[in-house]
């Protein structure tokens, strides 16, 4: 704590700034994310592994869907409010889109409903479809809202109305899975025609989880109101031309980055046997959860940074300032991936039930590709000052090409060896971000130079792997002991950064 603290006060008072707010946007961040992966504990004991990895394929489809439902919005809406004469324009213009096009896709989605539950694969539950399209609606109608706060300084209204979506998510899916099931089990539901069996059927079963991220987005939507009811209802054509221009690059970055992200989980489940696919599936999803430190700490930072990086670049020494954020983001996630690996075993593993523990060793893989990514979004500032964002798109597809390559590549081995399938997707996934990260790094250096500390990462880094690979060789059987010695690596490492931070802490004021 003293570090952290002595860290926090020698900080340059616009990094600090910016300090303040990943904190407060992490709040819901990492209550939210610990309660999810509470919520994980369970979902991987009330259901099996196959039926998990039914949950974790929907959730796949949504990520790329909702990028495409919001096509780069809220980037180009920070963009665009740079300018202060056409804020309330480019708040209007930018929901009207998205009410148009989103209202397009509903229609569409539930008209033909039982169609695309056939084609992914799911066609005795057309339901599920209809369930997500208004999730994936409602959130996409949010997503300008929330962007809105997050331009007007206001974390804290932000970071509420993130934390009661999350309680309403989590609170709906205890209730039915759960209390209800409890009730029924111990005579407390009255006869069939009661109110309880209107509200719980047992044969919905995981369809409860999707039905309450429904009900908890369309509370997020209610409390975003105040933020709708200023839509002007007026659209300007040139604006949005002038957006959408900026846009699609953003899109086409978008759809490729969950490329990266997802289509890994949905490889798996098509390229391996039908019998193990979908419990490969979720053991895979499982083990990616326990990368929840690391995840916690880019999301809430992306939250912050984007639209401190369009201020901050009014300033004269916005490059400094990028340079050293840059330094201390790799002092973090390189803490993160430390900690999470030296307390895997005594700790983070039982985020997840016993019967998805057998892949534990793709966690570090998939540590460090998030980090690697992370380390992107940093670097992916600079196309989006210069206004490039065809850059953005590039990285992305490249990403996806190798992501897509590697994984029809690893993913169908030999039916005696399928679990390295999923061994395969987390390396590409690590190889992937990486290749994207060193990218950014040179080509962004041509046409937005700036000077990031190389030494730094590869030292910082390195050290945490090293130190990490260590605590591997050692690793004595008791607990205690065992809980000593990684504590007192950890301690070591912290006493390292200290030292070699506070002098340029010091000059920096």
């Known amino acids: 704590?003293?570090?952290?603290?002595?860290?926090?006060?020698?900080?340059?008072?616009?990094?600090?700034?910016?300090?303040?707010?990943?904190?407060?946007?992490?709040?819901?961040?990492?209550?939210?994310?610990?309660?999810?992966?509470?919520?994980?504990?369970?979902?991987?004991?009330?259901?099996?592994?196959?039926?998990?990895?039914?949950?974790?394929?929907?959730?796949?489809?949504?990520?790329?869907?909702?990028?495409?439902?919001?096509?780069?919005?809220?980037?180009?809406?920070?963009?665009?409010?740079?300018?202060?004469?056409?804020?309330?324009?480019?708040?209007?213009?930018?929901?009207i889109s998205l009410i148009l096009t989103t209202s397009l896709f509903l229609i569409l989605s539930n008209c033909f409903s039982r169609t695309i539950a056939e084609w992914i694969g799911y066609p005795k539950h057309p339901e599920y479809v209809i369930w997500f399209s208004w999730i994936l609606g409602l959130d996409a109608l949010a997503a300008?809202?929330?962007?809105?706060?997050?331009?007007?300084?206001?974390?804290?209204?932000?970071?509420?109305?993130?934390?009661?979506?999350?309680?309403?998510?989590?609170?709906?899916?205890?209730?039915?899975?759960?209390?209800?099931?409890?009730?029924?089990?111990?005579?407390?539901?009255?006869?069939?025609?009661?109110?309880?069996?209107?509200?719980?059927?047992?044969?919905?079963?995981?369809?409860?989880?999707?039905?309450?991220?429904?009900?908890?987005?369309?509370?997020?939507?209610?409390?975003?109101?105040?933020?709708?009811?200023?839509?002007?209802?007026?659209?300007?054509?040139?604006?949005?031309?002038?957006?959408?221009?900026?846009a699609w690059p953003l899109l086409f970055a978008g759809m490729a980055g969950i490329v990266n992200e997802t289509f890994d989980r949905l490889l798996l489940r098509y390229l391996l046997p039908s019998g193990i696919a979908e419990a490969q599936v979720g053991i895979y999803s499982a083990c990616y959860k326990i990368s929840i430190l690391m995840t916690i700490f880019v999301q809430a930072y992306r939250f912050a940074a984007e639209p401190f990086f369009f201020a901050q670049a009014k300033e004269k020494d916005a490059r400094k300032v990028y340079a050293r954020i840059m330094d201390y983001f790799i002092i973090v996630v390189s803490v993160i991936f430390l900690v999470t690996m030296l307390y895997l075993d005594d700790f983070f593993i039982y985020f997840i039930g016993r019967n998805v523990r057998g892949g534990k060793g793709v966690i570090p893989v998939l540590l460090l590709a998030n980090l690697f990514l992370g380390v992107y979004y940093n670097l992916s500032i600079w196309y989006k000052l210069i206004s490039k964002t065809i850059w953005g798109a590039w990285f992305s597809v490249i990403g996806a090409v190798i992501t897509l390559a590697l994984n029809f590549w690893w993913i169908p081995l030999s039916p005696d060896h399928f679990i390295h399938g999923y061994i395969g997707s987390a390396w590409a996934t690590n190889i992937c971000y990486g290749f994207m990260m060193v990218l950014s790094y040179l080509i962004g250096q041509k046409y937005y130079p700036i000077r990031y500390n190389l030494k730094k990462f590869f030292v910082y880094l390195g050290l945490a792997v090293i130190l990490y690979l260590l605590s591997t060789l050692i690793h004595p059987h008791y607990v205690i002991i065992r809980l000593a010695i990684n504590t007192f690596i950890l301690l070591a490492y912290l006493s390292f950064l200290y030292m070699v931070e506070k002098p340029h802490l010091s000059k920096s004021r």
């Open 144 to 246: 300008i809202p929330f962007a809105k706060l997050r331009a007007q300084n206001k974390p804290i209204r932000f970071a509420a109305i993130k934390m009661i979506n999350i309680l309403a998510n989590i609170g709906l899916t205890l209730f039915w899975l759960l209390l209800c099931p409890y009730l029924m089990k111990h005579g407390f539901a009255g006869t069939s025609s009661s109110v309880f069996h209107i509200i719980y059927r047992p044969e919905i079963r995981i369809g409860y989880v999707f039905l309450a991220n429904l009900f908890a987005s369309i509370i997020t939507l209610i409390l975003l109101f105040p933020q709708l009811a200023k839509i002007r209802w007026e659209m300007d054509p040139a604006l949005w031309k002038k957006m959408m221009l900026y």
């Open 1 to 95: 704590m003293y570090y952290f603290y002595t860290f926090i006060q020698l900080m340059p008072s616009a990094i600090k700034r910016l300090a303040g707010q990943t904190a407060i946007y992490g709040v819901p961040t990492i209550l939210g994310r610990f309660l999810q992966y509470l919520l994980v504990i369970l979902l991987t004991r009330v259901f099996d592994a196959a039926e998990y990895g039914t949950i974790s394929v929907f959730y796949a489809y949504c990520s790329f869907l909702m990028v495409v439902l919001t096509y780069g919005m809220e980037t180009t809406f920070f963009r665009f409010t740079q300018d202060e004469g056409i804020k309330k324009k480019v708040f209007s213009t930018a929901m």
